[in-house]
T-cell receptor
Framework: GAVVSQHPSRVICKSGTSVKIECRSL??????MFWYRQFPKQSLMLMAT?????????EQGVEKDKFLINHASLTLSTLTVTSAHPEDSSFYIC??????????FGPGTRLTVL | GENVEQHPSTLSVQEGDSAVIKCTYSDSASNYFPWYKQELGKGPQLIIDIRSNVGEKKDQRIAVTLNKTAKHFSLHITETQPEDSAVYFCAASLSGGTSYGKLTFGQGTILTVHP
């Protein structure tokens, strides 16, 4: 149990376009999902907390208008990178919280902006 | 806010040896401490976790110990195997409340197990 999927696993896009990443909890309902960003050889950096039916909470320094998060159901959260630029290239990982604290992570999405 | 320090940054062991990774945290209110294993190009996988009401937890070759007074916790892997090679992350959080269980991660430890 506790499987989280992400789609797509890899995406390459041109500068200025928008990219949507989906995060799904497959076998449990998740009131709360989290979005992280990870640069090579670095730790995970929390970008935002996504709560079903309400607005996401963004960490300091993360632009909410650039990284749009929607948590429309208890099993799906989406992250849209708007007007992507090369500096947005990174590994984006979501997690879904089960219970009061345990987080299960998705396999990640590698975004490359040309 | 919470700060988690993890050591060592790299660890190299021979197959069959034990490996120990240590983390310290700053917020005494933190009460949940998971460990994740991340293989190259993949998402982190939860391998074991411990809550502040216990001092030790074991699952086959993996164990975690927690010292609340000293605010540190450790991951112990016995009888290491080459497939244990990966990056290991510790984390700390406060369950529930307005923080929604946000995790603060350590910097990671690259574990290499040589056959």
């Amino acid at each position: 149990g506790a499987v989280v999927s992400q789609h797509p696993s890899r995406v390459i896009c041109k500068s200025g376009t928008s990219v949507k990443i989906e995060c799904r909890s497959l076998d449990f309902q998740a009131t709360t999902m989290f979005w992280y960003r990870q640069f090579p050889k670095q730790s995970l950096m929390l970008m935002a907390t996504s709560n079903e039916g309400s607005k996401a909470t963004y960490e300091q320094g993360v632009e909410k208008d650039k990284f749009l998060i929607n948590h429309a159901s208890l099993t799906l959260s989406t992250l849209t990178v708007t007007s992507a630029h090369p500096e947005d290239s990174s590994f984006y990982i979501c997690s879904a919280r089960r219970g009061s604290d345990t987080q299960y992570f998705g396999p990640g999405t590698r975004l490359t902006v040309l | 806010g919470e700060n988690v320090e993890q050591h060592p940054s790299t660890l190299s062991v021979q197959e069959g040896d034990s490996a120990v990774i240590k983390c310290t945290y700053s917020d005494s209110a933190s009460n949940y401490f998971p460990w994740y294993k991340q293989e190259l190009g993949k998402g982190p996988q939860l391998i074991i976790d411990i809550r502040s009401n216990v001092g030790e937890k074991k699952d086959q070759r993996i164990a975690v110990t927690l010292n609340k007074t000293a605010k540190h916790f450790s991951l112990h892997i016995t009888e290491t195997q080459p497939e244990d090679s990966a990056v290991y992350f510790c984390a700390a959080s406060l369950s529930g409340g307005t923080s929604y269980g946000k995790l603060t991660f350590g910097q990671g430890t690259i574990l290499t197990v040589h056959p």
